[in-house]
């Protein structure tokens, strides 16, 4: 017997200081079952830090070709790739002929993902926005993460905090491109 997707509800107050965009939203999330809560996590803040109206999550891993989360425009063009975690440097190439944005949300070792991209043929690679989280901030998230969930989600000065509950996690958010990472 296969196992389902869990679903976790987020209500998310947004005050991104940065962008001046100050959001309630409110969203439904399907974590596979070999999804870490991690991921979930990254998927989560990405959703909320890249925020504007259209914007979509993918349809799951099991669809290994849609992006985590994507913004299409009437025609169903891509207007916005937005992956998380360590993406090849082979979907990043095919991700910005596709799109006209491409960002990658990550928690991983920027060694790790220096060495997955260098030396690789990634088009446009100077355009590809590289978000990356505090992996100590990002597992605090995940072990905190219920089937219910209201977070407060600060950004100001590339600082970013969010508030769960009773508690705060916060990390100082580097970004870069994935070309910097070349």
């Not at 669809?63 to 009437?74: C, F, I, Q, Y």
């Not at 790790?112 to 990002?138: C, M, P, Y």
């Not at 219910?148 to 989600?153: E, M, R, T």
Request: net charge negative.
């Amino acid at each position: 017997m296969a196992l389902s997707s869990t679903i976790r509800n987020f209500e998310i107050e947004l005050a991104n200081i940065d962008q001046h965009v100050y959001e309630s939203l409110a969203f439904k999330v399907a974590q596979h079952p070999s999804e870490h809560s991690e991921r979930v996590a990254v998927r989560v803040l990405a959703r909320a830090l890249a925020h504007e109206e259209g914007l979509e999550f993918g349809r799951g891993l099991s669809t290994v070709e849609d992006p985590a989360l994507w913004l299409k425009d009437p025609m169903g063009q891509i207007v916005h790739w937005i992956d998380v975690g360590a993406p090849a440097a082979q979907r990043l190439h095919k991700a910005s002929k596709q799109a006209q944005r491409v960002s990658v949300y990550s928690d991983k070792n920027k060694t790790n993902l220096q060495n997955e991209w260098r030396g690789q043929k990634i088009h446009q690679a100077g355009s590809i926005a590289l978000v990356h989280l505090d992996t100590a901030f990002i597992a605090t998230l995940g072990e905190h993460m219920d089937k219910q969930n209201k977070w407060s989600i600060t950004l100001t000065e590339g600082y970013l905090s969010v508030g769960f509950g009773e508690q705060t996690a916060d990390c100082q958010l580097e970004v870069t491109t994935v070309g910097a990472m070349l």
